[in-house]
């Protein structure tokens, strides 16, 4: 093939791989922007703080169902290809979104409109579990070996780019339609803009090639994808990845959902729509050199340099929170600074530690774990919280896993040899050049 055909090949690769990304942030953060509006269409009460905490409640069921999609799709992935997990990924994404956009409200359906969201959300808790990994294990197959936390930071880029968009949406609507609108059906919008970018996703993933790592070292053997093989013999890399992404994943269930939440019960309407645009749109512009400055200094080192940072700086932004622009520019801006540096060097540290017959599962375990214990309390946790005074209570417990960083960094140090891999087999068909595995 020549030189310019791989290499659009290439990109198309990369592109369609951390696009991902974007549709899950834009769902993420759109859920948690757009709860104050649709909360009490699915859970009526006299109390906005009841329908609320309801609307929380079940995004925290969704996500305890990531690491069933960690361990389904992630295993997929290992057995079957890094190419038809992620379209199974994203399939389950758009349909989730397609399904709470059309979904009648509780004065309609009774109980049926919180069971179809519950519904809903668990179907993209599954995809949101298997999604990442999945994507991990491809991109950092196919990125140069010295460029993979810049390839990383593909990753962090498009959830800026998601979570950009999604506030841009929301401040754009709140601001055209008003508060009755959007509480009466503006807030469908974003979930349906969703399910059609999923699909769009969906026929790009279709063009993939799989790589050429999965192709050479997985596909022909035969303990590739096997749970029980990845607790017996990597134990303990399975616990250097649970310390590795602990942090990520109880800021990721509070800043995203959380802080705009809040924030917009401190600020007049539509404020927190454009603390995050503004956020985020410096961000996208520093997601690559931070990628690159990681590259430069080491990935495990840059996680606990920001690790240590954000633990200083995030508690004190979190229990001085205003409905003041610029305290919630400084509160919101923290968790995503401190987002996008460990999702920058996650893929390579996590896939680093992980043979390529359990890669992909091998992330996504551990990850969808701690998404699920952490991030899906951390939503109802911090509002019940914030309504009893106990916010420097709850920040304290997320500052502590973010520091899980610290021992992790260390146990890199001294890795387990990894299990020796049989001949490598002939293997027939198009692959993806790649410099990395």
Not at 83 to 99: E, N
Not at 181 to 208: E, K, N
Request: aromatic share 8%; with cysteine; hydrophobic share 50%.
């Amino acid at each position: 093939m020549p030189t310019h055909s791989r290499n659009t090949a290439h990109r198309r690769a990369v592109t369609a791989t951390v696009i991902g990304n974007f549709t899950e942030s834009f769902d993420w953060l759109g859920y948690g922007l757009f709860a104050p509006f649709f909360a009490a269409h699915f859970f009526p009460s006299d109390n906005s703080f009841t329908s609320l905490l309801g609307a929380f409640a079940v995004l925290g069921i969704g996500v305890l169902m990531r690491p069933l999609g960690g361990i389904l799709i992630g295993r997929y992935a290992d057995r079957r290809g890094r190419r038809p997990a992620l379209m199974l990924a994203i399939s389950l994404m758009a349909a989730g979104s397609l399904l709470i956009g059309l979904t009648p409200s509780y004065a309609h359906i009774g109980l049926f409109a919180p069971l179809l969201l519950l519904l809903a959300r668990a179907a993209q808790g599954i995809s949101h579990g298997g999604e990442w990994p999945a994507a991990a294990a491809y991109l950092m197959e196919v990125a140069p070996q010295r460029r993979k936390a810049t390839y990383g930071s593909l990753f962090s880029l498009t959830t800026c780019a998601g979570a950009f968009t999604a506030s841009l949406l929301g401040g754009g609507l709140t601001a055209a339609l008003g508060p009755d609108a959007m509480t009466a059906w503006g807030w469908r919008v974003p979930f349906l803009l969703g399910g059609v970018l999923g699909l769009i996703l969906l026929f790009l993933r279709t063009r993939l090639t799989e790589t050429e790592v999965f192709r050479r070292e997985v596909r022909t053997r035969r303990d590739r994808g096997s749970l029980r093989h990845l607790l017996r013999t990597h134990r303990r890399k399975v616990l250097h990845a649970l310390l590795y992404v602990a942090g990520s994943s109880a800021v990721g269930g509070t800043w995203p959902a959380v802080v705009p939440a809040l924030g917009g019960r401190l600020a007049t309407p539509g404020t927190m729509f454009w603390v995050v645009v503004s956020v985020t749109a410096v961000m996208m512009a520093l997601n690559v050199p931070i990628g690159m400055l990681a590259d430069r200094v080491g990935a495990a080192r840059f996680l606990v340099a920001a690790s240590a940072l954000f633990a200083v700086t995030g508690s004190v932004s979190y229990l001085t929170m205003t409905g003041a622009f610029a305290s919630l520019v400084f509160t919101y801006g923290s968790g995503v600074v401190y987002l996008v540096c460990v999702t920058t060097v996650l893929p390579k540290l996590l896939t680093e530690i992980f043979p390529p017959t359990v890669r992909a599962l091998g992330v996504g375990l551990p990850n969808a774990v701690t998404s699920a214990v952490l991030g899906g309390i951390a939503p109802a946790c911090a509002t019940y919280a914030a309504e009893h005074d106990a916010s420097a209570w709850f920040i304290t417990g997320v500052m502590a896993t973010v520091l899980l960083a610290v021992p992790a960094a260390l146990m890199a140090r001294t890795p387990v040899p990894a299990a020796p891999l049989p001949a490598p087999s002939p293997a027939s068909g198009r692959t993806l050049t790649t410099t990395g595995g």
